[in-house]
């Protein structure tokens, strides 16, 4: 999978405030979903994922969101800090087959 | 615990030399390996991946090549380097297991600057 040629969207949030990072996913028969955070110059790193059984997991800050009707999938970050600061992907999976979405920048003011 | 590693961390190389990156993932067995591609400010290209040693699927046409010699080990060469190559090269690994989770987990990545 890939997702090249995109420029990314960014979000900017006060320190404190929570951020709602969206993502729309493009098969309706993906069955597992994963959310990334990428910093700058590293490696992506695994946040939370979810199972399309489920419509919502709650992890240490984070929440994701699944709303199979309209192939959302979002990603909720509470009392942002400025550590969250950085790119955030979302992958859905369908057997075994990974596509990842384009990301969203973070940026958190202080 | 499982643990990925590539290396360089940076290089800086001029056009037409040759390439070769290398990554291996320690604490698992048969792992899946991947090659991403990230221009800067931009998503994951998927470049390569395996499913075994010397099992080599390629996702675009490109000037590189991949190699699995050895079941952790996972090679990313050029014969030439272009212009175009430059960018941030990610190594992946995942184990897929019952249900149809196979989450991939990257490595620190390199940052390939071709002049």
């Known amino acids: 999978g890939e997702s090249v040629g995109l420029h990314l969207p960014t979000l900017s949030v006060q320190e404190g405030d929570n951020s709602i990072i969206n993502c729309a996913y493009s098969?309706?028969?993906?069955?597992?979903f994963i959310w990334y955070k990428q910093e700058s110059g590293k490696g992506p790193q695994f946040i939370i994922d979810?199972?399309?059984?489920?419509d919502k997991r709650q992890g240490q800050r984070v929440t994701v969101l699944l709303n199979k009707t309209v192939k959302h999938l979002s990603l909720q970050i509470a009392a942002t800090q400025p550590g969250d600061s950085a790119v955030y992907f979302c992958?859905?999976?369908?057997?075994?087959?990974?596509?990842f979405g384009a990301g969203t920048r973070l940026f958190v003011k202080a | 615990s499982q643990t990925i590693h590539q290396w360089p961390a940076t290089l800086v190389q001029p056009v037409g030399s040759p390439l070769s990156l290398e990554c291996t993932v320690e604490?698992?067995?048969?792992?899946?390996l991947y090659w991403y591609r990230q221009a800067a400010g931009r998503g994951l290209q998927l470049l390569f991946y395996?499913?075994?040693?010397?099992?080599i699927s390629s996702e675009v046409p490109q000037n590189l090549s991949a190699s699995r010699p050895q079941d952790r080990q996972f090679i990313l060469s050029s014969k030439k380097l272009l212009l175009s190559d430059s960018g941030f090269y990610l190594c992946?690994?995942?184990?897929?297991?019952?249900?149809?989770?196979?989450?991939?987990?990257f490595g620190p990545g390199t940052r390939l600057t071709v002049l």
């Open positions: 992946a690994w995942s184990v897929r297991l019952a249900g149809g989770t196979d989450t991939q987990y």
């Open positions: 098969n309706s028969a993906s069955d597992y």
């Open positions: 979810i199972r399309s059984n489920m």
């Open positions: 992958a859905e999976t369908l057997r075994f087959k990974t596509i």
């Open positions: 604490g698992t067995s048969n792992p899946n």
């Open positions: 395996s499913v075994g040693i010397g099992q």
